[in-house]
């Protein structure tokens, strides 16, 4: 995050001389080579407990419609919320939260998040609208701030932030307009409108006409990427303890429930440990040795942790239908839910380890392999049944990479 050089270099909107007069003039950048170029600050996790609530209302949205519609709601929605944090995390990595003016904008994010997600579980319904409004607020409002505090003090990022501010412009009218369609056009009016936000980033946000901002050598912090990421995933672990403890008290105490309850710690340790373990470091320590951070960051932290993520929250589902319905007879939607949880975890794990260290572990392609099996038969099992299978499978892969990393003589400060 350095600013040096940067009053040199040629502004790509530089004719246009009144985007340059409404920047801060006090910069907001984080600090190079001192002790907040790479911390995750108080303020930025005060901005993810909000999001500790909306993974707790889209569990429970999706529990609510299991359904192919549903699922593909459910996509939506995990899609959205997702990029609304990368993209804050994006913002916080380049500017200094410990300046007022970032605090409060922060501040003032955390408020819209609340909002989108109070309207999470209906959104689909009488609070589309809401949510919609929600979003598009929090994108831009946070796009517009970044841009005015890039405009005297990083030329090249700040043009970037341009070109990203006119490609969410576009995407928002997909989501207002979506929200007051009919319910039948909203989910493809809301598919538009990601594909817009995630395209436009896999394209580096170039602009016809314009020149490429070169996204893949943008100057971030790797320790602090792979931090908020991480940090993010316990979050969404403990979402799903939150989800399965009120469910669990919620019913009468029987030896199921109990073996139940179980199952989800059980899944919450392996996730933990297979994220922990062997790898959250790996992440830091690529973009710090790559002439194309921007690059690894955007693939490893913006693309595949939601693979990874959407594994967490699906497994949260799945804990909940098998405390609840244990010994019911299998059904297509709770067998996908049970499987695909840890699928999609595993998945995101070996796509991962693969673009941050090039490496490919034989324990990944395994266990996705068991859960196919467990998937094949599940309709010989019951939700318990099930779920127990993919826990041996999550246990069985954390304890083989950990026994692999021991006998390799990485020790564990080393792991990862």
Known sequence: MSESGNATQQHPFEHRAWLLRLGFRRSLL???DSDRSDRVTYIELFFDLIF?????QLSRFLYANQSWVGAFESIILVLALWWLWVYTTW?????????LPVRG?????????LVISTSIYDSFGDQGLILAIAYVVLQLGRTVFMVLALARHD??????????????????????????????????????????????????FRIPGLKAPGVDEWDVSGPHIAERSALFVIIAVGESFLVTGFAFV?????????????????????????????????????????DTPGRIARLAYTYVHAIIIAGIVLTSVADKSVLEHPEDAMTLPVAVIIVGGPLF?????????????????????????????AGAASALLTPLALGAATSVVLIIVAAWETISRVRAGTTDAEAG
């Open 30 to 32: 984080r600090p190079a």
């Open 52 to 56: 500790v609530f909306a993974l707790t």
């Open 91 to 99: 913002v916080t990595n380049w500017l200094d939260p410990a300046r």
């Open 105 to 113: 904008v922060v501040i003032g994010l955390s408020l819209v998040g």
């Open 155 to 204: 030329p090249a990022l700040h043009a970037t932030f341009l070109r990203i501010l006119l490609w969410l412009c576009v995407a928002s009218v997909f989501w207002i307009v979506g929200a007051l369609l009919p319910l039948s056009a909203r989910l493809p009016a809301w598919l538009i409108a990601l594909v817009i936000e995630y395209g436009s980033a896999s394209l580096g």
């Open 250 to 290: 919620d019913q009468e105490a029987s030896a199921w429930g109990i073996a139940g309850l179980f199952l989800a710690f059980v899944n919450g340790v392996a996730m933990w440990w297979l994220y922990f373990d062997h790898g959250e470091r790996a992440g830091s320590k690529a973009i710090a040795a790559s």
């Open 345 to 373: 975890y595993l998945v995101g794990l070996l796509l991962f380890r693969w673009i941050v260290t090039r490496t490919v572990l034989v324990s990944h392609i395994v266990g996705i392999g068991l859960l196919a099996l």
